[in-house]
T-cell receptor, first 114, second 112 residues
Framework: DTGVSQDPRHKITKRGQNVTFRCDPI?????LYWYRQTLGQGPEFLTY????????KSRLLSDRFSAERPKGSFSTLEIQRTEQGDSAMYLC????????????FGQGTRLTVV | GENVGLHLPTLSVQEGDNSIINCAYS??????FIWYKQESGKGPQFIID?????DKRQGQRVTVLLNKTVKHLSLQIAATQPGDSAVYFC???????????FGSGTRLSIRP
């Protein structure tokens, strides 16, 4: 297993367009997290899944954001009608069962909305 | 548990010297802490963790110290190398133990 994989690494989109990011976690990990990180800040929690169930969503996750993990394996994060304020690094992480164990992060998808 | 902060935003260290990065936390019930390293353009990389039943844990060139009395932890990097240049985050599970929360980070730069 090569770790957590995210695709694409970079995305430039025009304001108002929809974008979708994919995350492939480490295969035996039950938990999958999405974070957003802006320049000079630490990662901010967006949402997480336990297997296929989405158990928590941050207030940062507006109605334009939706995440899925249909088979409990890979996950997608979609942003509809993108705004310039959505420009950030979107990070995916996975862990076994709980955050009280190591969480491994992917390399992130850098989104630029122009 | 919801407030993991860092003392300094930047730290400059001479190559070969030891680096000490500090972090304060507010929840005395916190029982697990993690240090991550993030290089430019990359995702955070796990360095070392420590549980509250320990005061010290050592890895390869890194040591984490936990002082529960003053709710403080530190990351010590021995013989700092250019490859150690990065932003370092302390992190911990939130009060509901559902996700990890991060502080704002300390940027470590190495002087040749």
């Amino acid at each position: 297993d090569t770790g957590v994989s995210q695709d694409p690494r970079h995305k430039i989109t025009k304001r108002g367009q929809n974008v979708t990011f994919r995350c492939d976690p480490i295969s035996e990990h039950n938990r999958l997290y999405w974070y957003r990180q802006t320049l000079g800040q630490g990662p901010e929690f967006l949402t997480y899944f336990q297997n296929e169930a989405q158990l928590e969503k941050s207030r940062l996750l507006s109605d334009r954001f939706s995440a899925e993990r249909p088979k409990g394996s890979f996950s997608t994060l979609e942003i509809q009608r993108t705004e310039q304020g959505d420009s950030a690094m979107y990070l995916c992480a996975s862990s076994q069962d709980s955050p009280n164990t190591e969480a491994f992060f992917g390399q992130g998808t850098r989104l630029t909305v122009v | 548990g919801e407030n993991v902060g860092l003392h300094l935003p930047t730290l400059s260290v001479q190559e070969g010297d030891n680096s000490i990065i500090n972090c304060a936390y507010s929840n005395s019930a916190s029982d697990y802490f993690i240090w991550y390293k993030q290089e430019s353009g990359k995702g955070p990389q796990f360095i070392i963790d420590i549980r509250s039943n320990m005061d010290k844990r050592q890895g390869q060139r890194v040591t984490v110290l936990l002082n529960k009395t003053v709710k403080h932890l530190s990351l010590q990097i021995a013989a700092t190398q250019p490859g150690d240049s990065a932003v370092y985050f302390c992190a911990e599970p939130d009060s509901s133990a559902s996700k990890i929360i991060f502080g704002s980070g300390t940027r470590l730069s190495i002087r040749p």
